[in-house]
């Protein structure tokens, strides 16, 4: 006789539930008939922060919703290859994922509304002979900040929000500064002028998938800042994600150049996209003193920032993901961190206590992925409330010569990996896989940046040996 085999719930079993919910469909076939959408971006986001996905006429929102659409898993590194020809993340023979899309997600792109899209969640598909037929992806980094945050929400009862400040240069047409030798364009209302186009178009864009854009600004030559209001994190890194998308857009349509490298020049400040931190209780955020002491921190503030500062050299692998990165950390006096410290005003430190209650944490360039970022913050700022790690005192400059001067930063990214597999608290938030995956992949792009003959060094050595 043969005996049935009782299968067990998953979590793939789970969502599938959630989006076959006839009242949640029915809403996103609305806005579908209203917007006359006729395609759907089932849309993840790798390790790098690149988006990838698929595109599928509308009419299968049903099916999709319940069956999803499959990825290769090297998807989520890039389909990079080492060193030695392997896919990182599986190689060729691993087995494909489910991307499953959470339904309150959906929106309609501005820029061509018969364009719809999802964000997804990723699933190890129902065929897995293993053990694993359903379960969450370990490497899919949104969802991974998901659970990191609302395992923090559980313990501790507090939600981190954030509001992320993106830095990013634009070239092409006639968008070059004119300034004065020895001055800075910054905030010259005339190059916001010059850039009018840009700004008007990106604001737009994020105004109708649902930002709240608050300010902006001219910071150096091609470089703009446009900020919108802070939100619950989660929220926070999918929106930082989008505007990278609109900003791509944008560029493609004005015939310009929008590029986030973290340091394009050794004479232009970096891209930066500081993270701006609060925790709150209901409404309450905890981290201000509503009496004014302590430059306005309160205990659990100052907890929390001890854990920022703790663990901030391990978590610079993720804050600054790229070779390039560390030359944005290298050069004191341009409004970027070189040392492991804190201050009021100092623009030089590596987090800044706001006056209104927020801790500006400045080591993130305009490459970080958003959902890494979160996680690992999450779980420092943890360290620092259970062990009560005080901050120690501010500076007021971080670049003094004392022997009692802060740690440096990590000046290359295979010195962040070292720092960054060495420190237990970073790497528990990510989970072993997505730790393995990430180190994997950074250090084969550490590996053949050491390997490649660059510019600089036929600058240097040339015509030198005689």
Same mark, same amino acid.
């Given at each position: 006789?043969?005996?049935?085999?009782?299968?067990?719930?998953?979590?793939?079993?789970?969502?599938?539930?959630?989006?076959?919910?006839?009242? #949640?469909?029915?809403? $996103?076939?609305?806005?579908?008939?209203?917007?006359? $959408?006729?395609?759907?971006?089932?849309?993840?986001?790798?390790?790098?922060?690149?988006?990838?996905?698929?595109?599928?006429? #509308?009419?299968?929102?049903?099916?999709?919703?319940?069956?999803?659409?499959?990825?290769?898993?090297?998807?989520?590194?890039?389909?990079?290859?080492?060193?030695?020809?392997?896919?990182?993340?599986?190689?060729?023979?691993?087995?494909?994922?489910?991307?499953?899309?959470?339904?309150?997600?959906?929106?309609?792109?501005?820029?061509?509304?018969?364009?719809? !899209?999802?964000?997804?969640?990723?699933?190890?598909?129902?065929?897995?002979?293993?053990?694993?037929?359903?379960?969450?992806?370990?490497?899919?980094?949104?969802?991974?900040?998901?659970?990191?945050?609302?395992?923090?929400?559980?313990?501790?009862?507090?939600?981190?929000?954030?509001?992320?400040?993106?830095?990013?240069?634009?070239?092409?047409?006639?968008?070059?500064?004119?300034?004065?030798?020895?001055?800075?364009?910054?905030?010259?209302?005339?190059?916001?002028?010059?850039?009018?186009p840009i700004y008007q178009k990106v604001i737009?864009?994020?105004?109708?998938?649902?930002? @709240?854009?608050?300010?902006?600004?001219?910071?150096?030559?091609?470089?703009?800042?446009?900020?919108?209001?802070?939100?619950?994190?989660?929220?926070?890194?999918? !929106?930082? $994600?989008?505007?990278?998308?609109?900003?791509?857009?944008?560029?493609?349509?004005?015939?310009?150049?929008?590029?986030?490298?973290?340091?394009?020049?050794?004479?232009?400040?970096?891209?930066?996209?500081?993270?701006?931190?609060?925790?709150?209780?209901?409404?309450?955020?905890?981290?201000?003193?509503?009496?004014?002491?302590?430059?306005?921190?309160?205990?659990?503030?100052?907890?929390?920032?001890?854990?920022?500062?703790?663990?901030?050299?391990?978590?610079?692998?993720?804050?600054?993901?790229?070779?390039?990165?560390?030359?944005?950390?290298?050069?004191?006096?341009?409004?970027?961190?070189?040392?492991? @410290?804190?201050?009021?005003?100092?623009?030089?430190?590596?987090?800044?206590?706001?006056?209104?209650?927020?801790?500006?944490?400045?080591?993130?360039?305009?490459?970080?992925?958003?959902?890494?970022?979160?996680?690992?913050?999450?779980?420092?700022?943890?360290?620092?409330?259970?062990?009560?790690?005080?901050?120690?005192?501010?500076?007021?400059?971080?670049?003094?010569?004392?022997?009692?001067?802060?740690?440096?930063?990590?000046?290359?990214?295979?010195?962040?990996?070292?720092?960054?597999?060495?420190?237990?608290?970073?790497?528990?938030?990510?989970?072993?896989?997505?730790?393995?995956?990430?180190?994997?992949?950074?250090?084969?792009?550490?590996a053949r940046y050491c390997?490649?003959?660059?510019?600089?060094?036929?600058?240097?050595?040339?015509?030198?040996?005689?």
């Open positions: 006789m043969t005996m049935a085999v009782t299968r067990t719930r998953s979590e793939l079993d789970g969502h599938r539930e959630r989006n076959t919910d006839q009242a #949640a469909v029915g809403a $996103v076939r609305e806005q579908l008939a209203a917007a006359e $959408v006729e395609y759907i971006y089932y849309q993840t986001v790798t390790l790098t922060g690149r988006v990838i996905g698929k595109v599928v006429p #509308a009419g299968h929102l049903a099916r999709i919703a319940e069956r999803g659409v499959q990825l290769h898993r090297t998807g989520l590194s890039d389909l990079q290859t080492d060193r030695d020809g392997t896919l990182l993340g599986g190689g060729c023979e691993a087995a494909e994922v489910t991307a499953l899309p959470d339904l309150d997600t959906f929106a309609v792109l501005p820029w061509d509304t018969r364009v719809g !899209r999802f964000f997804c969640r990723l699933y190890e598909p129902d065929h897995r002979p293993d053990g694993t037929a359903g379960r969450a992806l370990p490497t899919d980094v949104r969802a991974n900040l998901a659970r990191v945050h609302a395992r923090f929400t559980a313990r501790t009862g507090l939600e981190l929000r954030s509001g992320c400040e993106p830095e990013m240069s634009w070239t092409g047409l006639d968008l070059e500064p004119r300034n004065r030798p020895n001055t800075s364009p910054a905030y010259h209302i005339d190059h916001l002028e010059r850039n009018r737009g864009y994020a105004r109708a998938l649902g930002f @709240d854009m608050i300010e902006g600004d001219y910071e150096d030559p091609g470089q703009l800042e446009l900020n919108w209001m802070f939100d619950h994190a989660d929220r926070t890194a999918d !929106r930082v $994600v989008v505007y990278r998308q609109i900003c791509r857009q944008v560029a493609r349509e004005l015939g310009v150049t929008a590029s986030f490298m973290p340091k394009p020049a050794n004479d232009r400040k970096g891209n930066g996209c500081h993270h701006n931190l609060s925790l709150w209780r209901g409404d309450d955020n905890v981290l201000a003193d509503k009496d004014m002491r302590e430059l306005h921190l309160t205990d659990t503030g100052r907890h929390a920032l001890g854990g920022l500062l703790a663990h901030a050299a391990a978590t610079t692998a993720v804050m600054g993901p790229t070779v390039n990165s560390y030359k944005r950390y290298w050069h004191a006096g341009q409004f970027a961190p070189t040392r492991i @410290d804190w201050g009021m005003d100092n623009k030089t430190c590596t987090v800044r206590l706001s006056a209104n209650g927020r801790l500006e944490f400045k080591l993130p360039d305009a490459m970080v992925n958003p959902y890494l970022s979160h996680a690992v913050l999450i779980a420092a700022i943890e360290d620092g409330l259970d062990n009560r790690l005080d901050p120690g005192p501010p500076q007021g400059s971080g670049r003094a010569t004392d022997e009692s001067r802060p740690a440096a930063l990590p000046q290359t990214l295979g010195e962040a990996l070292e720092r960054f597999t060495a420190d237990p608290v970073v790497t528990k938030a990510l989970g072993t896989e997505l730790t393995t995956l990430y180190t994997d992949l950074k250090r084969d792009e550490w390997g490649a003959v660059t510019d600089w060094e036929h600058m240097m050595y040339a015509h030198e040996g005689v």
